[in-house]
């Protein structure tokens, strides 16, 4: 399915190349600031977040298989990934980007309709 579709099937305002969601950016930014505080070098956190977003894209995308499922595949019980995802689910990570992607699709039926 190409951008055209998605935006078709879902009355989304119009996508193309230059709309691309902060999130991520958020996500890096934060990534970045704690690896610093852990005295992790700035280029070495970078290639690290970076790789590690590229790779789950990849991994996501050639799969096919569904997110929860590959979460599952990449995280060993007592590891450092499974202790991530805890801190995340605390934080209430999965709601508040439920909440995000909601508000951000009705602004976007919204856009799509002419609305200012």
Do not use: C
């Amino acid at each position: 399915m190409n951008i055209a579709d998605i935006r078709k099937d879902y009355a989304l305002k119009r996508l193309d190349e230059s709309d691309v969601d902060a999130d991520p950016f958020r996500q890096f930014h934060a990534w970045l600031k704690e690896a610093l505080a852990a005295e992790v070098p700035e280029p070495t956190a970078m290639t690290l977040a970076t790789q590690t977003v590229l790779g789950a894209a990849q991994l996501l995308g050639r799969t096919g298989l569904h997110p929860g499922a590959l979460k599952d595949m990449v995280s060993s019980p007592g590891g450092t990934t499974i202790a991530g995802i805890a801190a995340l689910e605390e934080g209430g990570l999965r709601t508040t980007l439920m909440k995000a992607v909601e508000r951000a699709t009705l602004r976007s039926r919204e856009l799509g309709r002419g609305g200012a």
